[in-house]
C-alpha cells in the first residue's frame, strides 16, 4: 500500500509555471508506476502524464505535451509534475495517483477508475 500526498498548487497567470510534487510513503515506490490526472469543475477526471516505475518512459495527454513535464526519484519516493506555459484552461485540482505495474519500463493506463491509489489533490488557478 501507499500514500500520496500533492503539494505545490497555487493562483498563477497564464504563461506562468508552477511544479507539482507528489511524495509517497512506503519503501515500495519503484514498484509504481506514476500519474497526474486533473479535473475541473464540472468536468470528468482526465489523464495529464504517466511516467514508468524507472523514470525512463512518460506519456502526456494531448493538450498538456510540450508544457508540461513528469519526473521521479525513487531515492525521494516523490513524483514531480513541472508546468510551463499555463493557460486558464489548465485550472483545476491536480492528484497524482499510483498503479502497480510488472514491468520496470511499463506505463500504467490512462482511465482513472484502475488506479488503486490517490492523493487529496492540489489546487491550480490559472488567472487569465
Known amino acids: 500500500q501507499v500514500q500520496l500526498v500533492e503539494s505545490g498548487g497555487g493562483l498563477v497567470q497564464t504563461g506562468g509555471s508552477l511544479r507539482l510534487s507528489c511524495a509517497a510513503s512506503?519503501?515500495?515506490?519503484?514498484?509504481?508506476?506514476m500519474s497526474w490526472f486533473r479535473q475541473a469543475p464540472g468536468k470528468e477526471r482526465e489523464f495529464v502524464a504517466a511516467?514508468?516505475?524507472?523514470?525512463?518512459?512518460?506519456y502526456y495527454g494531448d493538450s498538456v505535451k510540450g508544457r508540461f513535464t513528469i519526473s521521479r526519484d525513487n531515492t525521494k519516493t516523490t513524483v514531480y509534475l513541472q508546468m510551463n506555459g499555463l493557460k486558464p484552461e489548465d485550472t483545476a485540482v491536480y492528484y497524482c495517483?499510483?498503479?502497480?505495474?510488472?514491468?520496470?519500463?511499463?506505463?500504467?493506463?490512462?482511465?482513472?477508475?484502475?488506479?488503486?491509489?490517490w492523493g487529496q489533490g492540489t489546487q491550480v488557478t490559472v488567472s487569465s
Open positions: 495517483a499510483a498503479k502497480s505495474v510488472g514491468y520496470q519500463t511499463g506505463l500504467p493506463t490512462t482511465t482513472p477508475s484502475s488506479y488503486p491509489y
Open positions: 512506503g519503501r515500495t515506490f519503484s514498484l509504481y508506476a
Open positions: 511516467i514508468s516505475r524507472d523514470g525512463s518512459r512518460t
